[in-house]
């Protein structure tokens, strides 16, 4: 690995932000070395900041680092700016790297890494030493695989994703092969036999920590687990799967051009189909794994064909699923860099959903009590148990974020008007003589809250809703007049 330094003292400044001293330096920047400078943490209950820091991060020792982002640069100029990390707890502590690298997160060990270029980064922030590991080390070209046909512009690197294992072996994958960091020794295993579709840099893969401490990778590569010592590719090809005890997943299969789940083990490689009256067949057809707990839970999210709407829920390492509250749903996450559940001080994790959920290994929970206080992309939970995100209220768009900085007393804060909540709403108007009117994911037509419960409207005939495509489309709906309403019927116009 290439080593050099990047993290520095305010003082000590590198020769590279010569480059960055000719950019407009804005608020978040100090005037007299054009460095970025933390921010001031209030304490307030909520407090918004400054747009610039765009991002967070929480390192070994509960220490929040925040993202320094540039905004507004076109190509160009991105590829020759920097981004910089700043930590209210280190004042004058300055990571810095290129705009063009992807930012995975800090290790156990006070270690950032990033997707770089042209490998991996890897940059000690008390030292500031900085090093870089190639793709596939060690391998002649002849021995990569090449890229299909259709990737004419195919540029290798590492994929967005990073595993630190409980015992501390830190994960990594790139285009051709596995990296694995044991204290440290690194070792790398190529994909055998090659993938026909390489992996581009930055593209995500699959890689959790299953119930019984083995590394399970799966996806386009094929399916391979590592047992601490060696790696092993398996023969079976699912194309989704959630990983359970003893060996065991619950996979997505083929089965006569059908889809079909079943429970794989590794240890002989059979698949037995789930059986019709498990709930797991019938409630969760064609599910989705987005992540696996550390030696726990998984959550996925299928589609539930009574109520026509996608759902969640909590997979055990037992097989049994907890399903999360029905107004919920999966939050979208821009950036598609997978990052571990944030862990809260009581031991509960936050879950990517909409609005925020918490696991604490038997029940799943909302983060906060007052269901209106703040919602967003939670990035982690610091030493002091603020909660840190990006918050949906103030986003302009996906790219231009704000960061909120949520004090732990508002997690049990009651709201201050009693709040009920009701399913996913696609639309909401307040018609004539102040009537609430609505339309649910889970409903035809038009509900009317009438007397503190909800009647749901019958669709007119004539009307044919097509929902076989878009079967969440939603119906925009606006009072006119009169008393009546304008809707945008799916299918229809």
């Known amino acids: 690995m290439k080593t050099t330094m990047r993290a520095h003292d305010v003082a000590m400044v590198s020769g590279l932000m010569a480059l960055a001293a000719l950019m407009h330096a804005p608020a978040a920047f100090a005037a007299d070395t054009n460095l970025p400078v933390a ?20 390192d070994h020792d509960g220490r929040a680092w925040f993202l320094v982002r540039r905004i507004g640069l076109n190509d160009t100029a991105r590829n020759t700016a920097f981004e910089y990390l700043v930590c209210p707890d ?6 810095e790297f290129p705009a063009t690298n992807i930012p995975l997160g800090f290790d156990a060990k006070g270690r950032f890494w990033d997707v770089t270029r042209y490998g991996l980064g890897c940059t000690d922030a008390a030292t500031g030493e900085f090093s870089e590991r190639d793709v596939a080390p060690g391998k002649s ?11 004419p512009d195919f540029k290798p690197g590492f994929s967005r994703v990073m595993l630190e294992h409980s015992s501390g072996r830190l994960y990594f994958i790139d285009s051709y092969g596995l990296h694995v960091l044991d204290g440290k020794a690194w070792s790398y295993q190529l994909f055998d036999p090659p993938p026909t579709w390489l992996a581009r840099r930055g593209d995500p893969v699959k890689i959790v920590e299953c119930p019984d401490g083995k590394v399970a990778v799966w996806g386009k590569v094929g399916l391979w687990t590592h047992d601490g010592k060696s790696w092993r590719r398996h023969s079976s090809q699912p194309y989704e799967l959630a990983p359970l005890a003893d060996g065991q997943f619950l ?11 079943a429970r794989l083990r590794l240890k002989d490689g059979s698949q037995a189909t789930v059986p019709s009256p498990d709930p797991l067949k019938t409630r969760w057809p064609h599910f989705k794994h987005v992540l696996t707990l550390r030696r726990g839970a998984s959550l996925i999210q299928g589609y539930d064909t009574s109520l026509s709407r996608h759902v969640l829920a909590m997979l055990t390492p037992a097989g049994e699923s907890v399903a999360l509250p029905p107004n919920t749903e999966l ?3 821009y950036r598609n860099v997978p990052r571990p559940a944030p862990r809260l001080p009581d031991g509960r994790v936050v879950l990517p959903t909409k609005p925020l959920c918490t696991w604490d290994g038997r029940k799943v929970s909302p983060l906060f009590a007052n269901p ?4 967003g992309a939670c990035f982690g939970c610091d030493k002091r148990g603020r909660i840190l995100l990006s918050a949906d209220d103030q986003a302009v768009d996906y790219s231009f974020l704000r960061l909120a900085v949520v004090s732990p007393r508002v997690l049990t804060a009651p709201p201050s008007l009693p709040v009920e909540m009701f399913g996913l709403v696609e639309s909401a108007a307040l018609g004539a003589n102040a009537q609430v009117w609505a339309k649910f994911s889970n409903q035809a037509f038009l509900s009317r809250y009438d007397a503190g419960r909800w009647l749901h409207v019958a669709r007119p005939g004539g009307l044919t809703e097509k929902r076989k495509y878009t079967p969440n489309r939603p119906m925009l709906l606006q009072p006119l007049a009169g008393g009546s309403l304008v809707a945008a019927m799916p299918g229809r116009g």
């Open 39 to 58: 921010p001031k943490l209030t304490g307030e209950p909520i407090q918004y900041l400054d747009r610039l820091y765009q991002d967070a991060f929480v």
């Open 90 to 95: 280190l004042p004058g502590k300055v990571i």
């Open 141 to 151: 070209p002849d021995q990569l695989a090449k890229p299909h046909p259709s990737q």
């Open 251 to 261: 996979v997505m299969i083929e089965v006569n051009s059908m889809g079909r789940v």
């Open 331 to 333: 939050r979208f996450e």
């Open 372 to 375: 209106l206080a703040v919602s």
